[in-house]
T-cell receptor, first 113, second 112 residues
Framework: SQQGEEDPQALSIQEGENATMNCSYKTSINNLQWYRQNSGRGLVHLILIRSNEREKHSGRLRVTLDTSKKSSSLLITASRAADTASYFCATGAGGTSYGKLTFGQGTILTVHP | DGGITQSPKYLFRKEGQNVTLSCEQNLNHDAMYWYRQDPGQGLRLIYYSQIVNDFQKGDIAEGYSVSREKKESFPLTVTSAQKNPTAFYLC???????????FGSGTRLTVV
């Protein structure tokens, strides 16, 4: 079952602009993670935010989490052409889930030089 | 360098044939996972394992089988019972609940 839904499905911006991607989910979570995938490659882990956190930063990335609205956003500031990729959110439950993640459909980001 | 290796990168399967995809990690991670990705889609969980000799079915396990005889290795067999196996297969490992995944570079399987 797909828990995460991402919006928009595709985003096209100019270099230097900010990019914002949103993720909504349906059930309670232990953590939410964002991944990046370049075409035809494996995914790369970007950032993890736990359910008791509201905001987290890593370099040009800012992630927010609103558990009351069951939503998260990923902001990439001052985007570069090299940021062109697909971005996925993934949710993790606690307990005996063995760390398994449920991935969204992804947002395709294109950054034009 | 620590990492996770998938092989082969490309694999072609004939009708009625079983094929095995390799996944090896040297990160000392306990948990390992197999996902399937179809074009323009997200990832769907096939099987996962937390410890040696233990594994659980994911959302789309039918037509697939796995083994976990060693901590480092988690091979996936795509059996002839899987009617639509053409996809990109991704293996990942992690320390477990609350940790991020390290992914391999994937195996692209095509039915010929």
């Amino acid at each position: 079952s797909q828990q995460g839904e991402e919006d928009p499905q595709a985003l096209s911006i100019q270099e230097g602009e900010n990019a914002t991607m949103n993720c909504s989910y349906k059930t309670s979570i232990n953590n939410l993670q964002w991944y990046r995938q370049n075409s035809g490659r494996g995914l790369v882990h970007l950032i993890l935010i736990r359910s008791n956190e509201r905001e987290k930063h890593s370099g040009r990335l800012r992630v927010t989490l609103d558990t009351s609205k069951k939503s998260s956003s990923l902001l990439i500031t001052a985007s570069r052409a090299a940021d062109t990729a697909s971005y996925f959110c993934a949710t993790g439950a606690g307990g005996t889930s063995y760390g398994k993640l449920t991935f969204g459909q992804g947002t395709i980001l294109t950054v034009h030089p | 360098d620590g990492g996770i290796t998938q092989s082969p990168k490309y694999l072609f399967r004939k009708e009625g044939q079983n094929v095995t995809l390799s996944c090896e990690q040297n990160l000392n991670h306990d948990a390992m996972y197999w996902y399937r990705q179809d074009p323009g889609q997200g990832l769907r969980l096939i099987y996962y394992s937390q410890i040696v000799n233990d594994f659980q079915k994911g959302d789309i396990a039918e037509g697939y089988s796995v083994s976990r005889e060693k901590k480092e290795s988690f091979p996936l067999t795509v059996t002839s019972a899987q009617k639509n196996p053409t996809a990109f297969y991704l293996c990942a490992s992690s320390r477990g609940t609350g940790y991020g995944y390290t992914f391999g570079s994937g195996t692209r399987l095509t039915v010929v």
